[in-house]
């Protein structure tokens, strides 16, 4: 099971529109940082989690030609506005692509997005919309969801399984309820949303999320959805030897 990290920044990404660079160092690739996406792979499928306005450019990064299956952590813009990209993977799937979401957020996106799950006129539909539920198998991969609060939404929590690896997958979130924290609990890597060093309203701050990685205990913790208050260098210099940045293209292989 591989893990690549396909974005890391927030819904402004870094830099910011008028190449604001905050205090990240414009000088250092890895500061630059698409909107926040991941692809979980294994020997028999590639699972995309989140298809923000960046996707198409990731998906060429990481020269992917296929995706077998999308999983959605809630209808946030930054993270499903990218959505039309997925007709060209339709073509190289030779059908609609499995699309999962927990069920008020599947409700959401197809309506939002009628087109892509109804299909208009000669156009097919390009994505099967599917409830994410508590536990389910895609390609050999045992997936876990739960629920977490994101302001007045709540954001899915997911734990990918395979060959007796696990990672698990955090964004936009703001408390870890007790089945998400079993999500994220002793796996051997947990992508994790930290913001910024500030508090803010809907999602986790840098020493709130390290807290959670104490006691969740994972063997290695990435930390994404950063800001451009977020130096790749400054955060490499200062976290716990198991912490470290994102960043886009970052690919960890768990064999």
Not at 132 to 146: E, H, I, Y
Not at 193 to 209: G, K
Request: net charge neutral; aromatic share 6%.
């Amino acid at each position: 099971m591989k893990l690549r990290i396909l974005g890391c920044g927030t819904s402004s990404g870094v830099p910011r529109i008028g190449n604001d660079w905050g205090a990240c160092d414009p000088g250092n690739p890895k500061n630059r940082r698409m909107r926040s996406s991941i692809m979980i792979s294994s020997n028999a499928a590639n699972i995309l989690v989140d298809t923000g306005p960046d996707i198409r450019q990731q998906l060429l990064d990481a020269n992917v030609k296929k995706i077998d299956h999308v999983i959605w952590t809630h209808e946030h813009a930054d993270h499903c506005h990218g959505i039309d990209d997925l007709r060209q993977l339709y073509f190289a799937l030779g059908g609609p692509i499995p699309c999962l979401a927990r069920p008020r957020t599947l409700r959401e996106l197809q309506q939002r997005f009628d087109f892509a799950f109804k299909g208009v006129g000669p156009y097919p539909s390009y994505a099967q919309g599917m409830a994410l539920t508590d536990r389910v198998m895609l390609s050999g991969v045992t997936v876990s969801a739960a629920d977490m609060p994101h302001g007045t939404i709540s954001s899915a929590a997911l734990r990918f399984e395979h060959g007796g690896k696990s990672i698990a997958y955090t964004t936009d979130f703001t408390a870890l309820p007790a089945m998400a924290f079993k999500c994220v609990e002793r796996v051997d890597v947990w992508v994790v949303d930290a913001l910024r060093r500030r508090e803010h309203p809907t999602h986790p701050h840098l020493a709130q999320t390290l807290e959670w990685i104490a006691k969740a205990r994972p063997k290695r913790a990435i930390l994404t959805h950063m800001d451009h208050s977020m130096d790749y260098q400054t955060l490499c210099d200062e976290l716990p030897p198991n912490v470290e940045p994102a960043y886009d293209g970052l690919e960890v292989d768990l064999g």
